[in-house]
């Protein structure tokens, strides 16, 4: 069963629909039906989906699992989807990041449920040093917690 705050609220779906739809044209590619439907499903939720998620949950079936992939790909070059490191699901970015110089993302996932959190400032990460032979651009980091539901008695 979902719970209230697994749904955004309906200015940031609008938000969030009109900039992937802004970003795609820009790149060029055509907004499909099959796209749409990618973006409003990404839209309707903040919880983290996977491609076969996407596909069920869609409003036109059937999607194809390849589009599918593609639109992911193509949304997370511009910073309005992220890839959750350690599974195969994307959650909407909900902090501007298409805006960022340094693609740089942090999240928080919950042990017990595996609820996911986009973190609102990176941590910092000013004492890194690169090896040699590198330069570091920007970071993911997923941090393990747990939820403040599953930490309720």
Same mark, same amino acid.
């Given at each position: 069963?979902?719970?209230?705050?697994?749904?955004?609220?309906?200015?940031?779906?609008?938000?969030? &629909?009109?900039l992937?739809?802004?970003?795609?044209?820009?790149?060029?590619?055509?907004?499909?039906?099959?796209?749409?439907?990618?973006?409003?499903?990404?839209?309707?939720?903040?919880?983290?989906?996977?491609?076969?998620?996407?596909?069920?949950?869609?409003?036109?079936?059937?999607?194809?699992?390849?589009?599918?992939?593609?639109?992911?790909?193509?949304?997370?070059?511009?910073?309005?989807?992220?890839?959750?490191?350690?599974?195969?699901?994307? &959650?909407?970015?909900?902090?501007?990041?298409?805006?960022?110089?340094?693609?740089?993302?942090?999240?928080?996932?919950?042990?017990?449920?595996?609820?996911?959190?986009?973190?609102?400032?990176?941590?910092?990460?000013?004492?890194?040093?690169?090896?040699?032979?590198?330069? &570091?651009l920007?970071?993911?980091?997923?941090?393990?917690?747990?939820?403040?539901?599953?930490?309720?008695?």
């Amino acid at each position: 069963m979902s719970t209230p705050s697994e749904f955004p609220c309906q200015s940031e779906s609008d938000t969030f &629909i009109k900039l992937a739809t802004h970003f795609i044209h820009n790149k060029g590619a055509r907004l499909t039906q099959p796209r749409k439907d990618i973006i409003s499903v990404l839209a309707t939720t903040s919880s983290p989906l996977s491609p076969y998620d996407i596909v069920t949950r869609s409003p036109h079936s059937p999607l194809d699992a390849v589009t599918v992939y593609r639109t992911l790909a193509l949304l997370e070059t511009g910073g309005l989807v992220h890839r959750v490191r350690g599974s195969a699901k994307y &959650i909407r970015c909900h902090y501007g990041c298409q805006d960022a110089q340094t693609p740089s993302h942090s999240m928080v996932e919950c042990v017990d449920c595996g609820k996911v959190r986009e973190l609102p400032i990176p941590p910092r990460v000013d004492g890194v040093v690169a090896p040699v032979g590198f330069r &570091i651009l920007g970071h993911d980091l997923l941090f393990k917690g747990r939820c403040y539901e599953c930490e309720s008695p």
